[in-house]
């Protein structure tokens, strides 16, 4: 059984920052991409960032410069640094894996969400 556990969202002002953290543990054979996807209510969840394995990073183009992706291999772990928050950046912020099992294959799995809330 995998899991992804997020954590340091929270309420800020606007320009400011913060860090979300998100680890994946349980039978884990391999990481592959790891994310960060955001969903606003009655809106599709759409994708924050991204980051291979070896560490290419794909970014919206409403984050760049703002946001920075990073993970931790041995960890298992992804990051997001939010800098220069905006009112706009206020969702429910998700993290994903593409975990490999014993069989090699490979499953999308989700965190179960933060909320970031930036007030104006």
């Known amino acids: 059984q995998v899991q992804l556990v997020e954590s340091g969202g929270g309420l800020v002002q606007a320009g400011g920052s913060l860090r979300l953290s998100c680890v994946a543990s349980?039978?884990?054979?391999?990481?592959?991409?790891m994310g960060w996807y955001r969903q606003t209510p009655g809106k599709q969840r759409d994708l924050v960032a991204t980051?291979?394995?070896?560490?290419?990073?794909n970014y919206v183009d409403s984050v760049k410069g703002r946001f920075t992706i990073s993970r931790d291999n041995a960890k298992n772990a992804v990051y997001l640094q939010m800098n220069s928050l905006k009112p706009e950046d206020t969702a429910v912020y998700y993290c994903?894996?593409?975990?490999?099992?014993?069989?090699?294959?490979?499953?999308?799995?989700w965190g179960q969400g933060t909320q970031v809330t930036v007030s104006s």
């Open positions: 980051i291979s394995t070896d560490s290419y990073r």
């Open positions: 994903y894996a593409d975990i490999k099992d014993h069989t090699h294959r490979t499953y999308d799995y």
């Open positions: 349980g039978t884990i054979f391999g990481i592959n991409d």
